[in-house]
């Protein structure tokens, strides 16, 4: 299209195809991979999507072996293949192991189960946040975040009776599942990353599981070559995030926000 | 005499022509106001111009000095960082325009190297040649339209976000010649301006000591919360 400057009075053309459709498209495709294990939706390119499947475990696993204390109950999608670089697909598989286990007093067990990749149900995500204090959030923002981060870690804590038996059902275990932490990042895929919402149940604090799920965020995108990680963090957890291996204002790097006025 | 010509909607065009002028009164000969077209659209992109974009405005992507100071960008990495970024825009302008601003300016070796291995002339007459030749030829070129195609990539900026919350703004870079001519702000206002039409209102923006008075100009402040801005320093452990 050849815009040609004259004297007369601008106009504009509708009949540009738009290129907002171009950014969405994108999201589209790889909401719809999410979804993959899931539903029973016809994959177009089906062995590549297989392939990457094992190479997402393989790397799953360098960066589980660093962590697990308790190795029995873990669930692991497949063997470990070959690693290769593909940048079309879905970054990461639905994938969680077991990070603590340990008995209650009253002969409850409980297990402190990390994902990543998987569903999250945004009302507990939003009474999480409400019991962190933090200011609540449009539910359809929040979904669509969760939707288009590109990994979001989450700890669940699920309780089982200490005599449960192989029979118990899903259902069971569900109720007995709840959300106590997260962390999310978002990324251009190749640089930068910015580690966003890192909250974890007050009742659970104080036992290292916020520093599991960072230090998990942080091996998972340094894996990927990134190499930019940042985030902003609130005066109080600055040392939390030191510890970890983050330096506050590297170089005189300050972030900016956008403060329309 | 400025107009906009707006391809598609009016509020959310996806290539724009605007003038740019350069604020101060020095270098009187050049034309001090010139047009650039600028681009959200990432087909417009040529990644071949836009890695030589980055070493010209000497911009790495590694932001710590100390991960790689090597200035080539990789190829595969920046196709699937453009392809991954929600917002890219590009600012492009006639070529002649570029190597008249940098005629002007002995620091840019690069422009006069070029024209040295070209021709046998010291730069200085090179220069007078150039002037006598451009009243004509850049009259002409003048005429013909400018589009992506035809035009050289003098600027880029590029935002990545999660369409829900947050986004942040990376690469900011004009060329050095083409600077304080009001072209990166109007990259930033387009970046802004597309993240807000999608609803996204926190937006951030790293940036060196050096660049924070641009940002500020732009409408970027401290993070009012307080927050502390940091970046993961230490090497991963085999």
Known sequence: MILIPTSSSCSSYSCCSLPQASFNSNSYSSNQSLFLSKSAYPIPHGSRKLKTLRLRANFWESIRSGFVKNNNTTQLVEPPSTIEEDEDTEPVLPVEFTLVERTLQDGLVEEIIFSSGGEIDVYDLQTLCDKVGWPRRPLTKLAAALKNSYMVATLHSVLKPSSSSEGDTEQQQQQNKKLIGMARATSDHAFNATIWDVLVDPEYQGQGLGKALVEKLVRALLQKDIGNISLFADSQVVDFYQNLGFEADPEGIKGMFWYPK | ?238
């Open chain 2, 1 to 238: 005499m400025g107009f906009v010509v707006c391809v598609g909607n009016a509020s959310l065009a996806s290539m724009e022509l605007r003038w740019v002028r350069r604020r101060s009164k020095c270098d009187v000969d050049a034309p001090r106001s010139i047009p650039v077209f600028i681009s959200t659209l990432k087909r417009d992109i040529n990644l071949e111009e836009l890695r030589h974009l980055y070493s010209r405005c000497d911009h790495s992507c590694n932001r710590l000095s100390k991960d790689g100071g090597s200035s080539i960008v990789d190829m595969k990495k920046l196709r699937t960082a453009i392809s991954r970024s929600d917002v890219v825009v590009s600012v492009f302008c006639k070529s002649h325009h570029v190597e008249k601003s940098t005629s002007d300016k002995d620091d840019d070796d690069d422009a006069e190297e070029e024209r040295l291995s070209s021709s046998s002339l010291f730069p200085l007459d090179l220069r007078r040649q150039s002037k006598e030749e451009s009243s004509l030829g850049h009259m002409f070129q003048d005429v013909l339209p400018l589009s992506p195609s035809s035009g050289q990539l003098v600027g880029f900026g590029r935002a990545y976000s999660d369409y829900g919350l947050t986004a942040s703004i990376h690469d900011l870079m004009v060329l050095p010649s083409l600077q304080r001519m009001g072209i990166g702000k109007l990259i930033v206002n387009r970046i802004t301006r597309l993240l807000t039409s999608r609803d996204i209102y926190d937006i951030a923006a790293l940036c060196f000591e050096h660049e924070r008075p641009f940002f500020k100009a732009c409408g970027f402040a401290d993070d009012r919360m307080g927050s502390t801005t940091m970046m993961f320093t230490k090497s991963l452990e085999a």
